[in-house]
């Protein structure tokens, strides 16, 4: 084994990079001046020119991160507001279509601030804010040009209050957050199974009951033993809090989407209310995660009362749009109910994804009739789409593909780009989060519009959201942790026309919105500031890089001897420096290699251990494609030295959706194979089982005409079967089952297989 450091060149260090815009999301248009004009103690504006809410907005904002009081001056404003009616349309005999274009222009004769709405104004108060910057103890306006519009209608933030409950004032600072990188629509998710937050008049046990549950679960669902808090957990929103909230965001220019969950997602309201359910069983507010069998029955009582409660919802929420969830309903207790039976023999409906379709298109004519919009999750489809249901695609953007061809708006919030409950770095620091791995590049390159819709067709999509489910967010702490920085990549995405690059926009978040963001006092997630393991093929192994903003890091490559580890060496490494692990020998042990980077005061080191293989960096060809969510690194994610580790954090394990997965290992060379090692994980409440077996042909040529065939049933996450055969070409074949038995974790949906490291004696 040999391991050497490689000095390669620096060709992109981001240090070197300047930085280009201090706005965030990045205007169309921007040209920085060379001037930093000083602010005073105040700074004036003529009121009469600014809506109250606005102006209320930029006094007490001013006032919270620099200490400026705003104070009125009609005759000679230190920045003038101008309306533009050239931003509104060119032709006067043409309707106005509604522009929200601003623009800004501070030189050094005058500062200007350029409007076509008041919400255009109220964009640009929030870029003058970016626009004011910190020189020791003077703040300067940024001298600037700009013109800028938004590019999606829908720029949208969620927030589940369900499995974690947030108080009043702390939606008012999720939604203080979100004015500030101009989003403009709060998905307010206020049912689930885990709690009921929202006052119904007409009924009371709604939160009464369905508020609270007695106990939550402690650590991943996936953990055995399960352990509970068994304090009483819960809270819920006055009607007139919700007014409150409602003008709250209102005067930031943000609509409040509610979401009321049907038919699934509904354990908190049937625990108030029985008998809405197939059964009438009573069963208790739930305290563990997951998908439920019991939903809301689909006989015309528990209509009736979901119209109930949607007749106040109405009145609540001034939004064209009203979200009836619709997602992750099982239809077991329906197929097994006379009423629901009874309810499809009368409407002549065939499925149960029909009967679903029929219950949603109860609300929909109920909504329509109130002069609403109903969306729901992408399952809405199912069964067929009703009338004017716009759809919310989350599950990958094929829904939304399918419902905008067929003239549905479309609001794209798919989960290998917008959810904001995965994990964000690889870092051991990070804290429990539901899986899944989402990285703030990976964030940055969503784009709402997929390639695949005609010009026509893209009209109807609104624009994007990125979601924030909270089981494993128990405190705002945590919340704004999970939601910055990656909320401002999600900005770029729905904002911008043409967004810069990544390395552009990273350099202006380190240069500006961190120390705009700590102003706030924003708990955002660093994870951008530890390194980040890359890893390529080379010749007989693997190269590893540590790619990092920081100039230097600290760092230690180890052995592993019998003996726990022994320091083989330590060296100040810089930024782009490689490391080039060789494979071992055909027939001899692997070893392990352990790698640290310390931080600069030598803490928290980034620890990774590699296991340096007989077929290290070797050449496989996927002939199953892994799930794109799941598809960290590709093919070299099975050869990279790292095997899968728990808790699973996303990336370190390639996952497929397929009962089936069959892929092919080159060797390069003809050699004799006595063993292979395979890695499977098994985390059942996440619905990633165990396949049952695993089948392997040996190969001197890429042919597999009656080759001998190894088979063996998979028992446990460390696989392996014993060969003794000759050849260069290694395939295998994994048999998962169909589908997961009623009763069991996803009972009857199918399973997820997560492979890792692949490994040959
Ligand atoms: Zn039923």
């Given at each position: 084994?040999?391991?050497?450091?490689?000095?390669?060149?620096?060709?992109?260090?981001?240090?070197?990079?300047?930085?280009?815009?201090?706005?965030?999301?990045?205007?169309?248009?921007?040209?920085?001046?060379?001037?930093?004009?000083?602010?005073?103690?105040?700074?004036?504006?003529?009121?009469?020119?600014?809506?109250?809410?606005?102006?209320?907005?930029?006094?007490?904002?001013?006032?919270?991160?620099?200490?400026?009081?705003?104070?009125?001056?009609?005759?000679?404003?230190?920045?003038?507001?101008?309306?533009?009616?050239?931003?509104?349309?060119?032709?006067?005999?043409?309707?106005?279509p509604i522009?929200?274009?601003?623009?800004?222009?501070?030189?050094?004769?005058?500062?200007?601030?350029?409007?076509?709405?008041?919400?255009?104004?109220?964009?640009?108060?929030?870029?003058?804010?970016?626009?004011?910057?910190?020189?020791?103890?003077?703040?300067?306006?940024?001298?600037?040009?700009?013109?800028?519009?938004?590019?999606?209608?829908?720029?949208?933030?969620?927030?589940?209050?369900?499995?974690?409950?947030?108080?009043?004032?702390?939606?008012?600072?999720?939604?203080?957050?979100?004015?500030?990188?101009?989003?403009?629509?709060?998905?307010?998710?206020?049912?689930?199974?885990?709690?009921?937050?929202?006052?119904?008049?007409?009924y009371?046990?709604?939160?009464?009951?369905?508020?609270?549950?007695?106990?939550t679960?402690?650590?991943?669902?996936?953990?055995?033993?399960?352990?509970?808090?068994?304090?009483?957990?819960?809270?819920?929103?006055?009607?007139?809090?919700?007014?409150?909230?409602?003008?709250?965001a209102?005067?930031?220019?943000?609509?409040?989407?509610?979401?009321?969950?049907l038919?699934?997602?509904?354990?908190?309201?049937?625990?108030?209310?029985?008998?809405?359910?197939?059964?009438?069983?009573?069963?208790?507010?739930?305290?563990?995660?997951?998908?439920?069998?019991?939903?809301?029955?689909?006989?015309?009582?528990?209509?009736?009362?979901?119209?109930?409660?949607?007749?106040?919802?109405v009145?609540?929420?001034?939004?064209?749009?009203?979200?009836?969830?619709?997602?992750?309903?099982?239809?077991?207790?329906?197929?097994?109910?006379?009423?629901?039976?009874?309810?499809?023999?009368?409407?002549?409906?065939?499925?149960?994804?029909?009967?679903?379709?029929?219950?949603?298109?109860?609300?929909?004519?109920?909504?329509?009739?109130?002069?609403?919009?109903?969306?729901?999750?992408?399952?809405?489809?199912?069964?067929?789409?009703?009338?004017?249901?716009?759809?919310?695609?989350?599950?990958?953007?094929?829904?939304?593909?399918?419902?905008?061809?067929?003239?549905?708006?479309?609001?794209?919030?798919?989960?290998?780009?917008?959810?904001?409950?995965?994990?964000?770095?690889?870092?051991?620091?990070?804290?429990?989060?539901?899986?899944?791995?989402?990285?703030?590049?990976?964030?940055?390159?969503?784009?709402?519009?997929?390639?695949?819709?005609?010009?026509?067709?893209?009209?109807?999509?609104?624009?994007?959201?990125?979601?924030?489910?909270?089981?494993?967010?128990?405190?705002?702490?945590q919340?704004?942790?999970?939601?910055?920085?990656?909320?401002l990549?999600?900005?770029?995405?729905?904002?911008?026309?043409?967004?810069?690059?990544?390395?552009?926009?990273?350099?202006?978040?380190?240069?500006?919105?961190?120390?705009?963001?700590?102003?706030?006092?924003?708990?955002?997630?660093?994870?951008?500031?530890?390194?980040?393991?890359?890893i390529?093929?080379?010749?007989?192994?693997?190269n590893?890089?540590?790619?990092?903003?920081?100039?230097?890091?600290?760092?230690?490559?180890?052995?592993?001897?019998?003996?726990?580890?022994?320091?083989?060496?330590?060296?100040?490494?810089?930024?782009?420096?490689?490391?080039?692990?060789?494979?071992?020998?055909?027939?001899?042990?692997?070893?392990?290699?352990?790698?640290?980077v310390?931080?600069e005061?030598?803490?928290?080191?980034?620890?990774?251990?590699?296991?340096?293989?007989?077929?290290?960096?070797?050449?496989?060809?996927?002939?199953?494609?892994?799930?794109?969510?799941?598809?960290?690194?590709?093919?070299?994610?099975?050869?990279?030295?790292?095997?899968?580790?728990?808790?699973?954090?996303?990336?370190q394990?390639?996952?497929?959706?397929t009962?089936?997965?069959e892929?092919?290992?080159?060797?390069?060379?003809?050699?004799?194979?006595?063993?292979?090692?395979?890695?499977?994980?098994?985390?059942?409440?996440?619905?990633?089982?165990?396949?049952?077996?695993?089948s392997?042909?040996?190969?001197?040529?890429?042919?597999?005409?009656?080759?001998?065939?190894?088979s063996?049933?998979?028992?446990?996450?460390?696989?392996?079967?014993?060969?003794?055969?000759k050849?260069?070409?290694?395939?295998?074949?994994?048999h998962?089952?169909?589908?997961?038995?009623?009763?069991?974790?996803?009972?009857?949906?199918?399973?997820?297989?997560?492979?890792?490291?692949?490994?040959?004696?």
């Open positions: 084994m040999k391991v050497c450091v490689l000095y390669l060149f620096c060709f992109l260090v981001w240090s070197q990079l300047s930085a280009q815009c201090p706005i965030i999301p990045t205007p169309k248009e921007y040209t920085q001046i060379d001037l930093k004009i000083p602010l005073g103690n105040e700074l004036s504006l003529d009121s009469n020119s600014i809506h109250s809410a606005t102006w209320n907005y930029l006094k007490s904002n001013l006032k919270l991160q620099t200490g400026i009081d705003l104070v009125h001056n009609a005759e000679n404003p230190f920045i003038e507001l101008q309306f533009k009616y050239e931003f509104q349309s060119l032709n006067q005999n043409q309707p106005i522009s929200n274009e601003y623009g800004i222009s501070f030189n050094s004769d005058k500062r200007t601030i350029y409007f076509a709405t008041e919400e255009s104004k109220f964009h640009a108060i929030n870029s003058l804010l970016q626009l004011i910057r910190q020189n020791g103890m003077i703040f300067y306006l940024q001298g600037c040009q700009l013109s800028d519009s938004p590019a999606f209608e829908w720029r949208g933030l969620h927030l589940d209050v369900s499995r974690h409950f947030f108080t009043v004032d702390e939606v008012k600072r999720y939604i203080d957050l979100m004015a500030l990188y101009k989003f403009n629509t709060f998905h307010w998710h206020l049912t689930d199974d885990q709690g009921w937050r929202i006052e119904i008049k007409k009371p046990k709604l939160t009464e009951i369905g508020a609270f549950r007695d106990r679960m402690i650590g991943h669902y996936s953990d055995q033993p399960r352990t509970f808090d068994k304090t009483t957990y819960g809270g819920f929103y006055r009607q007139d809090q919700i007014r409150e909230v409602v003008q709250y209102r005067d930031r220019f943000i609509k409040v989407v509610p979401e009321i969950e038919p699934g997602h509904s354990r908190a309201a049937l625990a108030a209310y029985p008998e809405l359910s197939c059964t009438g069983d009573q069963n208790e507010v739930p305290g563990t995660w997951g998908v439920f069998d019991d939903i809301y029955c689909s006989k015309s009582e528990t209509i009736e009362f979901m119209k109930n409660v949607l007749e106040e919802v009145t609540l929420f001034p939004s064209e749009y009203i979200h009836i969830g619709g997602d992750e309903a099982p239809k077991t207790r329906w197929k097994k109910c006379a009423n629901c039976q009874q309810v499809m023999t009368e409407n002549n409906l065939h499925t149960a994804h029909e009967l679903q379709s029929y219950f949603i298109g109860q609300m929909d004519q109920f909504l329509t009739s109130k002069g609403k919009k109903l969306i729901g999750w992408d399952e809405i489809l199912e069964g067929g789409l009703s009338p004017n249901a716009a759809v919310m695609s989350w599950r990958g953007v094929e829904g939304g593909i399918a419902a905008a061809k067929q003239k549905h708006e479309v609001v794209m919030t798919p989960t290998t780009y917008c959810y904001f409950d995965y994990y964000q770095s690889g870092h051991p620091s990070e804290p429990i989060a539901i899986g899944g791995f989402l990285p703030l590049e990976k964030v940055y390159q969503f784009n709402p519009l997929p390639e695949e819709l005609s010009e026509l067709d893209e009209k109807y999509i609104l624009g994007g959201q990125a979601n924030l489910w909270t089981e494993y967010i128990a405190s705002m702490n919340l704004e942790y999970m939601t910055y920085p990656r909320a990549a999600l900005a770029q995405a729905v904002w911008c026309k043409e967004k810069p690059s990544f390395d552009s926009f990273l350099t202006d978040f380190i240069t500006y919105q961190e120390e705009y963001l700590d102003r706030y006092g924003v708990n955002y997630a660093r994870s951008i500031h530890q390194p980040k393991l890359e390529t093929r080379a010749k007989n192994g693997i590893v890089h540590f790619k990092g903003i920081e100039e230097n890091y600290h760092f230690m490559v180890c052995t592993k001897e019998i003996r726990g580890f022994s320091m083989s060496g330590e060296q100040a490494m810089g930024v782009n420096d490689t490391l080039f692990f060789e494979h071992c020998l055909p027939g001899t042990q692997s070893k392990t290699i352990r790698t640290s310390l931080d005061a030598g803490r928290q080191p980034f620890t990774n251990e590699f296991i340096v293989h007989s077929i290290l960096g070797a050449e496989i060809e996927m002939i199953t494609q892994p799930h794109p969510k799941y598809d960290h690194n590709g093919s070299l994610n099975l050869v990279d030295g790292i095997a899968g580790t728990l808790p699973w954090k996303g990336s394990w390639l996952g497929f959706d009962s089936y997965v892929f092919i290992v080159d060797l390069g060379t003809i050699r004799t194979i006595q063993e292979l090692k395979l890695g499977f994980l098994d985390q059942n409440g996440s619905w990633i089982y165990l396949p049952e077996s695993v392997v042909q040996i190969s001197t040529e890429s042919k597999w005409r009656s080759k001998k065939m190894y063996k049933d998979v028992d446990s996450s460390n696989f392996s079967i014993s060969i003794s055969k050849g260069r070409y290694v395939r295998v074949m994994i998962a089952m169909d589908i997961i038995p009623e009763g069991q974790d996803g009972g009857g949906f199918a399973p997820w297989t997560f492979i890792d490291e692949i490994q040959l004696k």
